[in-house]
């Protein structure tokens, strides 16, 4: 018994023994590898992991007034077949293989005739030959298609044979590109703004100025070799950008552009401008900058948006800017709205530098008072004025004009800020001259944006609260209101009150009975002013070149909304009221045009021929009949019936196949007429 015992305790430490030294061994390698082999290990490791790689997070949408997503991030698809099945199982990789290749085979045929279907640029043989000849070269990265499909026909794509496999088994392997889509096309494009060609980063527009909020915060993970795949892992999940609800309106967006287009091409235009906004809010609810553009392929002229001069163009704002000039001296006390002034012939020596009214070669208005001078915008009485009051200290008048918000920074987002000098005080040499006061008391010498210009005309229409233009209204998470971007007051008054009732009922006055008559409207008051400036091409006024405006608000008994339109041109006739009136006009009136329903979708419209038929509508309209507007566009039939005082309800979308009310009927103002689009 007791040599068992022995015998067993000899074996038992034999296996102690031996488990002792394989724990040693262990242990060693484990230590050599930790101290001495660490830097091998660390190499090794970098060929099966990949650390930090970026994961961009998903751009927020940029979302119009009423709801209409302008700009949108939306998925599009490069369709990648792999060929090659790679599998650490030789046994496995062979059966899949065979698989594979034998489905390539068998469904060609039927793979090719759906892809033709959903995309029909490309046949049925050119698919099938594409389709084979990625499996002859045994690409493991073989392009489908050569365009990129949208999620659509991503989702088509995928319900067609072997492509509707896992990647692994079936070997389609699409990749997803989020890229950056303006449903609208065109609509207010250098508002929005853009990214670059890569989608890196934001370059202009509202996507540069609020690009931290849209964004988001991108992710981060890491790939790793499983079964010789690459696998990610994430590290941090990306976080998706918000969206911005704008103050744009994408209806009202539509009229500004089409009016100002239209009035482009019939005066031969250059560049036009419109801005319209809202008085209590400074809501931008449109804003237009079109640039005519040689068509190489066409030889013909076209226009669009090339860049915001909106707010970036520093013009010189000729006569729009008198208004502030007669607010200085009434708010000094200086003149009152029936001091008299003599502008004789028309033709006045300012100075030893001729100044001329636009009426000189008719012999001159003679003598007006205050009112009469803007309402027919004479250059000569408001310099004589200006300059008389302020010449020995033409700094009191720059600092009544900054005082008003006249020439100061609006503080915006984006945008280019006016240029108007104070004299004395600037280092320039040669910043002031005898001439100078008067020259830009009628807005000259000075560079002005459109929008500061309107914002001011925004004042005075909203009782003297200056209010800093609007582009943004709320920022959105999910659907959920996260932050809202309040109305910002600038000055909360420009003026004293017995100064903006002068100057509101000289600006109603202007449009009433002088210049700006054809801004004016039948239905309801509006008060502006007219502009018609020389254009200054290498250092010295062009005789050809001209910028004309009209820029006011309406209703002028309850201002709702102000406007500037701006026209670049070359040639005579040159005319603010008589040229950027009836596009104020049009605008105005069918802004305020009520219980008109529109589909925003009609603002790429583009079926319209209203252009065309011009000239016919406004003799049945001059007739007092229904307007024929059969085939049009729905923008264009709108705008039609709404010039005739007339309300609309669309139907359908497309052109206009068919109106309740026949052409060339009895015309009633407030009528509501059908149109059944198709």
């Not at 046949?123 to 990625?134: A, M, P, V």
């Not at 696998?231 to 999940?237: G, K």
């Not at 302020?390 to 720059?398: F, I």
Request: charge should be positive.
């Amino acid at each position: 018994m007791a040599a068992d015992n022995n015998k067993a305790t000899k074996r038992f430490r034999l296996v102690l023994i031996v488990i002792s030294l394989i724990g040693v061994y262990i242990l060693s390698t484990a230590l050599n590898s930790m101290l001495f082999r660490a830097d091998y290990w660390r190499q090794v490791s970098q060929r099966f992991i990949s650390d930090s790689i970026s994961v961009p997070a998903m751009r927020g949408n940029i979302i119009s007034a009423d709801g209409k997503v302008m700009v949108a991030s939306l998925p599009q698809y490069r369709l990648f077949m792999d060929y090659i099945v790679i599998d650490k199982d030789s046994v496995a990789r062979e059966k899949a293989q065979h698989w594979r290749d034998s489905m390539v085979n068998v469904k060609a045929d039927s793979i090719a005739d759906g892809l033709h279907k959903i995309f029909p640029d490309k046949s049925k043989e050119w698919f099938r030959n594409r389709f084979l000849e990625g499996r002859k070269r045994r690409s493991h990265a073989w392009n489908l298609y050569p365009r990129m499909a949208t999620y659509i026909q991503y989702k088509q794509v995928k319900e067609l044979p072997l492509l509707r496999e896992s990647p692994l088994k079936g070997g389609f392997n699409p990749e997803k590109i989020m890229l950056r889509i303006k449903p609208y096309r065109t609509l207010a494009s250098r508002t929005l703004g853009d990214l670059s060609k890569d989608s890196a980063k934001a370059t202009s527009g509202l996507e540069w100025c609020y690009d931290t909020i849209l964004c988001g915060t991108p992710g981060i993970m890491h790939r790793s070799r499983v079964y010789d795949r690459q696998v990610n892992f994430y590290d941090r999940e990306p976080i998706n950008g918000h969206d911005l609800i704008t103050t744009i309106d994408a209806t009202m967006q539509d009229i500004a552009e089409k009016a100002i287009v239209n009035k482009l091409k019939e005066v031969n235009g250059d560049k036009g401008v419109v801005i319209l906004m809202e008085v209590k809010t400074g809501d931008i609810k449109a804003m237009v900058s079109m640039t005519r553009y040689r068509n190489e392929e066409t030889g013909e002229s076209e226009y669009y948006e090339a860049q915001n001069d909106a707010i970036n163009a520093l013009w010189e704002p000729g006569s729009t800017f008198k208004t502030g000039s007669i607010m200085v001296a009434l708010e000094d006390g200086k003149i009152t709205p029936e001091t008299i002034v003599e502008t004789g012939s028309g033709i006045y020596n300012m100075h030893g530098r001729p100044m001329k009214d636009h009426n000189w070669h008719r012999g001159g208005y003679g003598t007006l008072n205050v009112t009469q001078v803007l309402e027919y915008s004479s250059n000569i009485g408001v310099s004589r004025l200006i300059d008389d009051a302020y010449h020995d200290h033409p700094e009191k008048y720059v600092q009544g004009l900054y005082n008003m918000g006249v020439g100061i920074p609006l503080g915006l987002p984006m945008g280019a800020n006016p240029r108007v000098r104070m004299p004395n005080t600037d280092k320039i040499k040669g910043n002031w001259s005898k001439t100078a006061l008067a020259w830009m008391s009628i807005g000259y010498e000075t560079q002005i944006p459109p929008i500061s210009t309107v914002a001011f005309y925004n004042a005075i229409a909203n009782g003297g609260r200056f209010v800093r233009p609007r582009f943004v209204k709320a920022e959105m998470e999910n659907g959920r209101v996260v932050r809202e971007f309040p109305v910002e007051v600038i000055k909360e008054q420009i003026c004293s009150p017995h100064t903006l009732r002068d100057i509101q009922t000289i600006l109603e006055k202007v449009v009433s009975e002088g210049l700006g008559k054809k801004a004016g409207n039948k239905r309801f008051p509006v008060s502006g002013k007219t502009g018609t400036a020389q254009v200054a091409e290498n250092g010295s006024y062009a005789s050809h070149a001209y910028m004309v405006s009209f820029c006011g608000y309406f209703p002028s008994d309850a201002p709702k909304y102000s406007c500037i339109v701006c026209i670049r041109k070359r040639g005579l006739p040159a005319s603010g009221g008589g040229q950027c009136g009836p596009v104020f006009s049009e605008i105005s009136q069918m802004v305020m045009n009520q219980g008109v329903y529109r589909d925003p979708r009609e603002a790429s419209d583009s079926t319209s021929i209203f252009t065309p038929t011009l000239s016919r509508q406004k003799t049945e309209i001059a007739k007092g009949v229904v307007p024929d507007v059969l085939n049009m566009g729905a923008s264009d039939a709108v705008r039609a019936m709404q010039l005739s005082g007339m309300k609309v309800r669309l139907i359908g979308t497309g052109l206009v196949h068919e109106q309740n009310i026949a052409a060339g009927s009895k015309r009633e103002k407030g009528t509501v007429v059908t149109l059944k689009l198709k």
